[in-house]
């Protein structure tokens, strides 16, 4: 079970992770799309099937969640993560550059230095230590970390020489890299992820996201729309139901099933507990 001796601390990992295809050969910059704790949130979720080898925060502390043996869940493919280590950082502010801060920076590129040493990477370069837009169709990381990560290479050479114990942050980059539609999509579905977390406690399901997505895409509303327009005290009825799902059934439910008991009993959650046990579903699983 190994994890950097640079981490302050662990989150539970709830056995999110599975076995490595070969040797770790680069790192994989992510960032959260949240500067509150929604990233670290569903992280540490036993049900969000999403993880990392490291968290990075604001104030500089590294935390480590899947040891470095193991694949974590984070880039959504085995090939990508099976010989990577993943890195999550913290957001300081949000779109749409999504700033990440300098004591932050300086931890990931100490750390980067750490697992080079410890992995025989020749150096840091754009072959071991990469962005996850560079293998899937997101924003991740966003443009103001993404921009630097040339300077963090740099930093993260230099931590390993020994030659720059207090370097200065990462240089300033002047351009906002666009984001081209694709980018946009898989960034919207982030942020209202991430929304749905902060207002709901949860992720939203495919037939909540489909509809806001598809009035950005026809410029119909935008994401501060979209994302103000979550109606917190609907979302959170669905989430009480949800949660008589997995109490009851021992399956989570979809939206059109909450919605279902939802409008069936005017939204009385007594009436919807009663619904569920008197189930054939219920019955099987309680004979
Ligand atoms: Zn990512």
Redesign the pocket.
Known sequence: MTFSSLISGTIPHHGKFSARTGPVIRVIQ??WASFGGAGEAALASPTTKKSVNYLVYNDGVIKGQVPEEFRAW??GSLAVDGVSITI?VQNQSGAPDWRVSDAAINSIARLLADIAHRKGFVSLNDGTYRG?REF?A?A??GPYLWERMPAVRQMANAFRAGSNTSPTPAPVASKIVPYTEVDMTSFATEALTDAYYEECGRAPGNAELAPRRLRLAKGESTLKDEIVGIDKSVESNRWAVHQLYLELLKRGGGVSEWDGWIVATGNDIVKIRAGLTGSDEYKKLHP
Do not use: G
Request: hydrophobic share 10%; glycine share 0%; with cysteine.
């Open positions: 992510h960032h984070t880039s999550e996850h899937a997101t991740c990381p």
